[in-house]
């Protein structure tokens, strides 16, 4: 909750959750999203299979900036979230600037 407050501070900004990666799918699948930050460790799905099945939706169906959430950040992770299509990994735990920066800046390389 703290960090939907935060993220509705960058302006502009509307913030859904989702208790999980399946039903996070179903919403994206339903409502069309700007940017999704995905954890990578959810019940149900992990953030691969989110970005596994995010790769099927169409162009105008796929979030604009998919965002990769994760404790342990490292090479090879980076590589397996570009591979899958992710646009860019955060680290936690993040500063509100960085997250600021990925959902309202351009997008920094991996």
């Known amino acids: ?3 939907q407050a935060s993220i509705e501070t960058f302006g502009g900004f509307e913030v859904d ?4 990666g399946e039903i996070g799918l179903e919403m994206i699948a339903r409502d069309r ?3 999704v930050l995905v954890d990578l460790i959810m019940p149900v799905i992990d953030g691969f299979e989110v970005l596994r099945q995010l790769r099927e ?6 979030p604009e900036r998919v965002v990769l959430v994760s404790g342990m950040v490292d090479p090879a992770l980076q590589g ?4 899958l299509g992710g646009d860019a990994i955060l680290g936690k735990p993040f500063r509100l600037d960085d997250l600021r920066h990925l959902l309202v800046d ?4 991996m």
Not at 17 to 20: E, F, L
């Open 1 to 3: 909750m703290a960090l």
């Open 17 to 20: 959750t989702a208790s999980d």
């Open 33 to 35: 999203y700007d940017a």
């Open 57 to 62: 939706f169409g162009a105008a169906d796929r």
């Open 80 to 83: 397996n979230v570009r591979e």
């Open 106 to 109: 351009d997008l920094d390389p």
